[in-house]
Each structure stands twice: as structure tokens, then as C-alpha cells.
């Protein structure tokens, strides 16, 4: 089944990205956000995404203008009312998901319309029992950026259908995605490998084992890593690291997954990584 009608709530980095990609492949787009001024920026990020794309010639400016008009930004969750598949991509946070997911249910009428979470490390069930429709709920785990990244994560819960697995596969091949499909733990595939990954690598440098250059350095000139553990951390943003690390943690009750101090005490000292100007480097 084509998707022609898509919902996103929230234009952050990924809301953004995931609207930019739909709406070129010629999805009609509904973005929502909380205030006008945001959602004037999430259009601002498109634009200027678009800008950049036209400038180097990987798409016409017919092409970027004709994605721009079918994209909509509003302030009212009653826009999604005829979307056939919503995603949501806000903050990282269960508690603001789950109230999410349970006004979604109400306000989408299609009773076959798909709830999809863009969630990192979620668990997906979670989000599924708010709603009356558990079987239509899944994980869209899309990387950042998200024009650039092939990969899009699937995630079925216990409850997920197998059609809705493939009404989200078949969306994601009109995104030009590569899928993987993961069953519902807390960390999926992806970040149930790379988290601790990275939080080995703090521990390392919070030990004084070696420096924040040299950790990097290490990884990506002997394992071909196009990015250190500690300049990913940075990117993906030290919020969003110590967030998922206590799910993992919340799920597996494993030392293993347990914060390292450090990462706590930057989280407090609003030291988040690039989107702050400085994490483990300084930007």
C-alpha cells in the first residue's frame, strides 16, 4: 500500500530530515509542532537543507520547490486527523511519548492508520499500550541526517502486526531506506551495539586512559570508523547518550550499562555536544 499522506510530529533535526525525504518522494506532508515559531524553523531547516542540495546539483530547483509545497507546518494536532501513517520524532523522553501516543489514537480517525515512533531506544510496546490499536504501532528508528543515512530501523513489539510491518516496510522503499528489522528491546539493534561503545569510550577518558584525540583517532584510523566514539557522542548529543544508557540500563538492570559519572556531571553543566558548542571538544 503507497503512503500519499504523511504525519510527523515534531521538526526537530529528525522530524525535519524524515519530511524532507517524504515529501521528495512525492508524500504529501503534515509537520506538527508545538509553537509557531518552531515550526518557522523547521521550515527554515528544509529550505535551507533544499538550498544546499540544489547548490550541489543533487537535485533541480523544480525538484526543491515542488518538495517545498507539500510540506504543511501547523500548530494543531487535528491536521494529522487524515494521515495514513504519523510518526512521532520528539524529545527522547517515555513520559511525554506515551501522552503523545494516547491523544494520537483520538485524533487520528483512520482506524487503520499506522503510530510509528522514531524512539532510539524505547521500547515500543510502551508506547503501543496507550493506544487502542497496538497492533498498527512500530518503531521507525531513522538515522541522522536523515537525506544522508540509507538506514531506517524497524521495530515490531509483541503486538505489532505483521501487516503493519509491511505497510512500514513498504514506506520506508518510498524513502529509498534499507530496513532492518529488530524485535522490541530497549535499545533495538543499533544502540544496544553502539552505546557501549561509546560508554566504554568515556570511561576511558574519564579514567585517563588516553585522550579524547587519540580514543578517536584510534577507531577511526585502525577500524575505519568515519567518526570517534567521543565526536559521535558529541553529534548525536550527550543528552540523548545519558537518556538512552538509562533505558538499556532500566531494562537489563546490568552494571554494565550504567552511566559513567562524567557523562552525568556534562549533561549537567549543559556540556551536550555540538548543538551546545561543546561536549568532549569544543565546536
Known sequence: MTIERLGIV???QMGAGIGEVAAKAGIDVVIVEAAA???????GRISASLEKAVSREKISRADADATLARLQFSTEPGELADRQFVIEAIVENLALKEDLFAKLDSIVTDPDAILASN??????IKLAAQTNRPDKVIGTHFFNPVPVMALLELVQSLKTSEETVERARSLGE???????????RAGFIVNYLLVPYIVNAIKMFEEGFASAEDIDNGMKLGANHPMGPLELADFIGLDTMLF????LYAEFADPFYAAPPLLRRMVDAGLLGRKTGEGFYRY
Not at 524512539?119 to 515500543?124: E, K, L, R
Open 119 to 124: 524512539t532510539s531506544s524505547i521500547p515500543i
Open 174 to 184: 518510498q524513502l529509498g531506506k534499507q530496513m532492518i528489522l529488530s524485535k522490541d
Open 10 to 12: 515534531g521538526g526537530g
Open 244 to 247: 538512552v544508557q538509562e533505558v
Open 37 to 43: 515559531e518552531i515550526a518557522e524553523k523547521s521550515q
